[in-house]
């Protein structure tokens, strides 16, 4: 069926539809080329890596639960039966988040996750598309659009090495983002609040910069849930305005 609605479709071999992603919102990360060192041995660069595996056999949904769950700081399992592909996506995983994001992230086959659930009962569990369990209720799924944002670019882009690129600079932008608001914060007095306003003169005037009101409201989400820095934060009027565009 034609619908109004924009997607992207993951499809198997027999051409079923096996998940899919809504594509009807727009919050336009900002462009901007960061570098990151790295102390950490080198991991195999999209060089050595096939990324067509990961998207010929990960649910976008998958990788957009395992996103939200690191930039939260939430441990994650994921349920996946296949031993070769449990590997690929350990080993796509340490690309991605090399030199940002720290993560527990574990993978299990049915049988075993079975015999030791009882091991990971303060993690969200997810298979495939399938939340199992999220007691915190994390993965709302009307609270992804950044994460979705950054899967569907990712299994939009038709080039292998360019697709890999996309979503590491994507992680990297918000990790160094959100670290920036951090040494911003500290630059000012210690009880001194910060409104958004403050953040967007911040980010133009040191980085030549443009940010939506959404995305930087997002970063504030990560400043407190994964760096664990709590910042006085006030909304100006004007915000709401700008998020109802």
Known sequence: ???????IAYVDKNRDIRDYILCDFSIDTPQIELEIKSNKPPVKTDEDFDVDIIKLNV?????????KCVFFNKKILIVFDNEFL??????????????????EIVLLSIKTHKKIKKDYKDFIIVENSNVIQDKNKILNQKKLKIEKNIVQKFYAEKSSKASLI???????????LAKNIIEFKDTLDENARIDSKM??????????LKIQIPYLRYLMEIVRNYFQ?????????IDFFKLLQ
């Open 1 to 7: 069926m034609i619908c109004e609605h924009s997607f």
């Open 59 to 67: 649910y976008p949904m998958l990788l957009v639960n395992i996103l």
């Open 86 to 103: 449990r590997g690929y996506i350990q080993q796509f995983l340490r690309i991605i988040f090399d030199a940002t994001f720290s993560h």
């Open 166 to 176: 996309i979503i590491k600079n994507e992680i990297k932008k918000i990790y160094i």
């Open 199 to 208: 953040l967007l003169d911040h980010f133009k005037s040191e980085l030549d």
């Open 229 to 237: 820095v709590t910042i006085g934060f006030t909304t100006d009027t």
